[in-house]
């Protein structure tokens, strides 16, 4: 509970910013930069060491990547400009797993239901964002890349370095403790605020007029389409218990808060990105609860 109010504080509160004339114009960029180059490599190097590697629950990765790609293959065949097509598939490709999909699913299937989410999001939507996330957001934004400009920026890019850096110190043995890991407790503690502060700084409820057709397109794909898709190979594949739901239940989570951040720092679409995000959090409530329902 304290996860959801936290994320309607924050939007809110950057939604209150935004009046305030003092509040220089180009916030939310400074406030994604500390984001990627720092909240988010904290609470990558804080998480995957906690993680048991299991191959049973390595099919649960398959969830957020073939739903990535299946927005990336939709979107793309649109005739919209690039700057839609990439904050689309940045936005309703990818889901809010961890922030919102943690408590939910923890309080709806308990530890059981929380494990599986944990791998549902770290070697896949986690991994996604920093590696095919940043192909997309590059190829749809206004700069070409060559291809190996475009790969030493993937490896370079924060998160996808910290990944890396993270997995390598966990295979030798290492785990944060002590002082370091309230550390990195503190500094991961900041993303959710920050980004949410971001997003409500660039919502205006007015941009519904311009932006309502696409923004319409990306929360039925993600909040309907998505999960039902989802529900349909859990069922034919006869995983009708805890993994099953708990894969449903996250491909029903809404859009996710660092594609957002990526989306508009690529300026692919901000305002749309934004709308994606900060509708799509409140509304993914009640289709949440339709979801368990159906369940």
Not at 104 to 125: H, M, N, S
Not at 248 to 263: R, Y
Not at 284 to 292: A, D, M, Q, V, Y
């Amino acid at each position: 509970m304290a996860n959801l109010l936290i994320i309607f504080l924050s939007l809110l509160l950057g939604i209150g910013l935004r009046r305030i004339k003092s509040v220089p114009e180009n916030a939310p960029q400074t406030l994604n930069q500390i984001i990627l180059y720092v909240a988010l490599p904290a609470l990558i190097f804080k998480s995957i060491p906690g993680l048991h590697w299991n191959p049973e629950l390595m099919a649960l990765c398959l969830v957020p990547w073939f739903i990535f790609f299946l927005a990336w293959g939709v979107f793309a065949k649109t005739t919209w400009s690039h700057e839609i097509k990439g904050a689309l598939i940045l936005t309703a490709g990818l889901g809010n797993t961890a922030f919102i999909g943690f408590p939910v699913i923890e309080a709806l299937y308990g530890t059981e239901g929380l494990r599986y989410a944990i791998f549902l999001d770290q070697p896949g939507t986690f991994l996604i964002v920093s590696s095919m996330g940043l192909v997309v957001a590059n190829k749809y934004s206004a700069g070409v890349l060559r291809k190996r400009d475009l790969a030493l920026r993937i490896i370079l890019f924060p998160p996808f370095l910290s990944f890396t850096i993270a997995l390598i110190l966990t295979s030798l043995g290492w785990k944060p403790s002590g002082t370091g890991e309230v550390i990195l407790d503190r500094l991961a503690g900041m993303l959710t605020p920050l980004a949410l502060i971001s997003v409500g700084l660039q919502l205006r409820l007015g941009d519904i007029r311009t932006e309502g057709k696409y923004l319409y397109a990306g929360l039925i794909f993600k909040l309907i389409i998505s999960p039902l898709i989802i529900l349909g190979f859990m069922k034919a594949l006869n995983l009708t218990g805890t993994f099953g739901r708990v894969a449903v239940m996250e491909a029903a989570m809404a859009p996710m808060v660092t594609s957002t951040i990526v989306a508009q720092a690529h300026n692919l679409r901000p305002k749309l990105a934004g709308l994606m995000l900060g509708l799509g959090v409140p509304l993914s409530f009640f289709t949440l609860l339709l979801w368990k329902w159906i369940l």
